[in-house]
């Protein structure tokens, strides 16, 4: 399922934009100014970036040339008004930005430029099925070593303190990459992204109890430790498992 963030200051524009992509069976997520939006993207992998150019502070294509620079990945869209149309274009010739929507749109164009945005993805779209297949033992440290474990043994991962620790049956390990780049490495077949500190393996998830706050806590196997689900996460979680 694809993941795209919209951005921008009107609630109703952020409706619209959600009520057109929803139907394609999109995981959608929203924010109301571009610093929200950054730090948005600090903890959760996004495939596509919708941007409207006129925000308060920094400006859409501002955000979206700084997204270039640090999640490179993401497909970035400005969305913009005729007095802004060569912004727009100028942007696309120097690849900032991959395309731009011009208001007012027709919904049938949003997702067309959206289903051809992920089709036209270096990795082409959808990769989580073949890498989960391709990945079959990841790279850690202890202390000097590198060790090659199985994908099978990890249990989660968690940030703690600027290192992610891989938890698997036979013991705890060290890794110099982002959880957001172990999101992207993993894919979404048998991991979850369930808070921004925490990717779980979904097939060592033993029990799921109710929290404070509509969030959720999960019970893992062969560890006592407690794992949160942000109330972010929560749709996710349900919908793995039909709740």
């Known amino acids: 399922m694809a993941r795209i963030l919209l951005v921008d200051d009107e609630p109703m524009v952020l409706n619209a934009l959600k009520r057109i992509l929803h139907s394609r069976g999109y995981e959608l997520f929203a924010a109301t100014t571009s610093e929200e939006a950054l730090d948005f993207l600090q903890k959760s992998a996004i495939d596509v ?17 700084r997204s270039r620079e640090e999640y490179p990945d993401a497909v ?20 900032s930005i991959y395309y731009y929507l011009a208001k007012p749109w027709e919904n049938e164009e949003v997702i067309s430029v959206v289903e051809k945005a992920l089709a036209d993805k270096p990795e082409h779209f959808y990769p989580e099925r073949k890498k989960e297949q391709e990945i079959k033992k990841i790279p850690v440290w202890e202390d000097e070593t590198i060790i090659l474990i199985d994908l099978s043994e990890v249990i989660y991962l968690t940030a703690a303190e600027g290192d992610v620790v891989v938890i698997t049956e036979k ?9 957001n780049s172990w999101e992207k490495k993993l894919g979404s077949g048998s991991f979850f992204r369930c808070h921004r500190s925490y990717i779980v393996n ?9 929290w404070f706050n509509s ?29």
């Open 49 to 65: 970036i919708i941007c409207d150019q006129n925000m308060p502070g920094m400006l859409g294509i501002d955000l979206l040339k």
């Open 171 to 179: 013991g705890r390990y060290q890794s110099p990459d982002s959880l």
């Open 215 to 243: 969030a959720y806590n999960l019970k893992l196997k062969d560890t006592k430790e407690t794992i949160p689900v942000s109330r972010n996460s929560t749709k996710k979680l349900k919908s793995l498992f039909g709740l």
């Open 202 to 210: 979904i097939d060592k998830i033993e029990k799921i109890s109710p």
């Open 76 to 95: 970035r869209i400005l969305i913009t008004g005729s007095s802004d149309i060569n912004v727009a274009i100028s942007a696309i010739n120097e690849g």
